[in-house]
């Protein structure tokens, strides 16, 4: 038997080329395994397709005041994906006087970015349907001329519309805003 002979008659260069093989076989294979991993993890982390149209979004929120309670408070409207073609979002929240005398309330929204300014629009109406503001969000900016009358422990509820008008052109697309409710109540004058 040679020296470069193992038991079996396979020498050792044999035996060196055939474990070669099979290594080179098992990186193939671990390579193929990693990418299938790879291209599995991606395809499972896709963000879904949405509806294929970009609209506004426009939040509502409200905080209570020295002179008023809220309920409920924070976020009472929430409009997403708002377009010409949508329909309007909707929200509403109750409001009470906490002072012992009957208050003339007046609103306006502030809004945090100026984008939606004159392609949102939004309706404010009191109990009865009576319409305290409608119009731009812009002109909502500015306390409204009409006013909620509260009477001493009194809850009210407004309700409200938020939409894009069928002809502003594209200038909603992809803006967003969240518009802060601000209350100035005044003690109504008695004649």
Do not use: C
């Not at 949405?50 to 008023?68: Q, R």
């Not at 629009?121 to 109990?127: A, C, M, R």
């Not at 009409?146 to 200038?171: N, Y």
């Amino acid at each position: 038997m040679g020296v470069d002979q193992v038991s079996g008659g396979t020498t050792n260069v044999e035996r060196k080329d055939k474990e070669q093989r099979i290594d080179s076989r098992v990186r193939v294979i671990g390579f193929v395994l990693g990418i299938a991993i790879a291209a599995s993890i991606v395809t499972e982390s896709r963000i879904p397709a949405g509806a294929g149209v970009l609209g506004a979004d426009a939040h509502i929120v409200v905080a209570p005041s020295g002179e008023l309670a809220v309920k409920p408070s924070g976020l009472v409207l929430e409009g997403t994906g708002l377009t010409p073609a949508s329909e309007p979002a909707t929200g509403s929240f109750q409001l009470m006087n906490q002072t012992g005398s009957v208050l003339d309330v007046r609103l306006h929204g502030i809004p945090d970015a100026p984008g939606l300014d004159r392609t949102l629009w939004i309706s404010v109406t009191g109990p009865d349907d009576e319409t305290i503001y409608r119009g731009s969000l812009g002109g909502f900016r500015d306390w409204t001329t009409s006013a909620l009358t509260l009477r001493p422990g009194e809850w009210r509820t407004l309700s409200f519309e938020v939409w894009i008008p069928g002809d502003v052109g594209p200038g909603y697309v992809g803006h967003m805003a969240q518009i802060d409710l601000g209350f100035r109540p005044t003690v109504e004058d008695r004649p």
